[in-house]
């Protein structure tokens, strides 16, 4: 047994989809990459399901790599859409399964509803193509529409259809109202985990006094962390992230936000280490002081 120092040296990939939500891989799949990277902390955080949080937790058992359970909501601030990632929560909270269940009740009647809207547009059919490519009928994306958009011929790739069909004023986005931001936070808070803000700069954000009314919002209501490295930042982001972070005393977090080798342009992690001037998300976690891996081989 060899033991596998980390503490002062993790490789953390904190953000990432499969199957399960808008992934094309499995979460034994995402371990044996992310083990190959040389990721030694890494979590699944699909999108309002933790269905494969206990499968990634058997396959990381069998790998270097310590993980903690993962949920990427879907919740909104004022009427902007926005994303709570929870990490190193206990998947099987009552209260987190009956927050998120309802959440993909709402996915499953925005589908119907792009779909409806679609059609309208002359696109027949995009509600049965999107549900052929997602696993489960309650969770059904934008990214499967995409993929049926693109399948079909509408469209050549899945910026395209982004930018012609699901994006807020385009005949396929319909508006949800996902739970807010401090019910996100809550069920988080309530399950044991962290609740971090992800890839804020990918927010519209400008008329409501831009991202940092956002993140002040998000620590008054006792937000933990912010991702500042991911892959919806560009570098320059990186930095503003950074200082957003220690501005409002929030940890900082960093994630691939994976999907898939064909949709993914930031590798599973292939992204730069945390400056060591912040306080990383897993600080107080007890896995990541981990130095030994006593199951892997
Ligand atoms: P949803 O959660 O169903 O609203 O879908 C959001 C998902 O769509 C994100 O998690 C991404 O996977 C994908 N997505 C969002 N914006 C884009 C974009 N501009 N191009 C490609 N995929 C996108
Ligand atoms: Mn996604
Ligand atoms: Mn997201
Ligand atoms: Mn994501």
């Known amino acids: 047994m060899v033991p596998n120092k980390i503490n002062g040296l993790i490789v953390a990939d904190l953000h990432s989809h499969t199957r399960a939500s808008d992934g094309s891989l499995s979460a034994a799949q995402l371990l044996e990459i992310a083990e190959a990277r040389g990721v030694n902390l890494f979590a699944i955080t699909d999108h309002d399901s933790v269905e ?14 310590n993980y903690v ?89 899945n910026g395209e259809v982004f930018s012609r069909f699901m994006k807020p004023g385009k005949p396929g986005y319909v508006p949800v109202n996902w739970m807010s931001v401090e019910a996100a936070i809550a069920l988080i808070h309530g399950a044991g985990g962290c609740a971090v803000l992800a890839h804020a700069a990918r927010y519209d954000t400008e008329a409501l006094g831009g991202v940092s009314s956002l993140i002040s919002d998000f620590k008054n209501l006792g937000g933990d962390a912010i991702e500042v490295i991911c892959s919806g930042h560009s570098p320059s982001d990186w930095a503003n992230f950074a ?55």
């Not at 494969?52 to 790599?65: I, M, Y």
């Not at 696993?135 to 059904?140: A, R, S």
């Open 52 to 65: 494969s949080v206990a499968a990634g937790r058997a396959a990381a058992l069998e790998r270097k790599v």
């Open 69 to 157: 359970a993962g949920v990427e909501i879907s919740a909104q601030w004022r009427d902007v859409p926005i994303h709570v990632v929870g990490l190193n929560i206990d998947e099987s909270d009552a209260s987190l399964l009956a927050g998120l269940s309802s959440t993909r009740a709402m996915r499953t009647d925005r589908a119907k509803a792009m779909g409806a809207s679609l059609a309208h547009s002359g696109i027949a059919n995009a509600f049965d193509g999107a549900r052929r490519h997602a696993t489960h009928p309650e969770l059904i994306s934008r990214s499967h529409f995409a993929r049926y958009l693109v399948d079909s011929g509408v469209c050549a790739s």
């Open 243 to 297: 200082a957003l972070a220690r501005r409002f005393e929030l940890k900082a977090s960093i994630g691939s936000d994976f999907h898939s080798h064909a949709e993914s342009k930031v590798r599973i992690g292939d992204l730069p280490r945390l400056s060591p001037s912040l306080t990383p998300v897993w600080q107080d976690w007890s896995i990541a002081q981990n130095t030994v891996f006593p199951n892997r081989r």
